[in-house]
């Protein structure tokens, strides 16, 4: 292991959070990145660059998806403005969260994948399938989990994927960003990130029903009926482009993988999603106790 100073952006976040706990468990330096930070970076501030990236020679890179409901990256100039701004300071090597879709050809995925391995330094691109933490925690940050409230609710709604889903647990994805950003071999890969069975999305609501022991209805809409839905609530067309894009990489059969990257990387096996959803379930975070919610955001 070669002796890093690493910057975590996303550090408050599913995965960054857990990169920059792993990274502080093997002893590593570190310098977490966020708004919410003191002081705090802003991938769209300038002024918030310099004192970040000071004594830096390695990033994790987390694309900030702001108000984006698909969790599709936006804000490409400030990423690749920031990155080139960030080897000009000394930073050699990059680890990039990316996603999926971007082995589907998904051209705002491919585009953030570019901008990292165009820099002429070390690179890793992370593409992991869709997060177990989707189901409990914020991936809008600011805004509540519409999963988790439905669950809840006891009532989901969801958009048929016509394809099973290789679950991943973030705390897997984050210990193998920690092995790529400290160890030794990783450049210019790209990791498929799979836990360890693909399943429909429908049975992953099953198996949180099974294990909360009560019953969670579940509609499941045809494309066509959910972007109906989607405009009827006024959501505008560009983000309905970016759920059909969503849903091509689904139809490409890319989000079934069930690639043993996990496992190479870590030489043990990823978490299952029942094993997720047991240790979560524990926690509170589906009951109607919000306190229990609370108290599980404050542990990140
Ligand atoms: N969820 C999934 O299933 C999934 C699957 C594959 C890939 N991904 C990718 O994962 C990424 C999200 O990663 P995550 O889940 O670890 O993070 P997250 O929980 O969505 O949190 C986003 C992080 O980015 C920070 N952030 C947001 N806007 C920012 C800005 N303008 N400047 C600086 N920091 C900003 C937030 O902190 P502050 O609010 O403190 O600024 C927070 O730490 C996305 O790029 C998404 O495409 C997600």
Request: hydrophobic letters at 40%; one cysteine or more.
């Amino acid at each position: 292991m070669s002796r890093r100073t690493v910057l975590v952006t996303g550090a408050t976040g599913t995965t960054g959070s857990r990169v920059l706990a792993g990274l502080r468990q093997r002893g590593v330096a570190v310098r977490p990145a966020s708004r919410r930070g003191a002081p705090a970076f802003d991938w769209g501030d300038q002024d918030t660059w310099v004192d970040a990236l000071v004594d830096i020679d390695t990033l994790y890179v987390v694309p900030p998806i702001e108000d984006s409901p698909t969790g599709v990256p936006r804000g490409m100039g400030d990423i690749s403005g920031f990155c080139k701004y960030a080897v000009k300071q000394g930073v050699d090597r990059f680890v990039l969260l990316s996603a999926r879709s971007g082995r589907a050809g998904n051209p705002e995925v491919v585009a953030v994948e570019d901008v990292v391995k165009a820099l002429g330094v070390e690179w890793t691109i992370l593409r992991p399938s869709a997060f177990h933490q989707n189901f409990a925690e914020n991936f809008q940050l600011n805004s509540a989990n519409p999963l988790r409230q439905s669950i809840v609710d006891g009532s989901l709604e969801a958009m048929d994927l016509g394809s099973p889903i290789d679950f991943i647990d973030a705390a897997d994805i984050a210990d193998v960003a920690v092995e790529t950003l400290v160890g030794t071999g990783h450049h210019g890969q790209t990791y498929e990130l799979s836990g360890p069975r693909a399943f429909p999305f429908a049975e992953a609501v099953r198996i949180i029903a099974r294990t909360l022991d009560r019953p969670i209805q579940y509609t499941e809409f045809q494309p066509t009926a959910w972007f109906e839905r989607l405009r009827a609530t006024g959501v505008d067309e560009t983000v309905i482009g970016l759920v059909e894009h969503v849903l091509h990489s689904h139809d490409s059969g890319v989000f079934a993988g069930e690639f043993d990257t996990v496992e190479r990387l870590l030489q043990r096996p990823p978490r299952s999603f029942e094993a997720y959803v047991r240790e979560t379930a524990a926690l509170g975070v589906w009951d109607m106790n919000q306190a229990a919610n609370k108290a599980m955001q404050h542990q990140r």
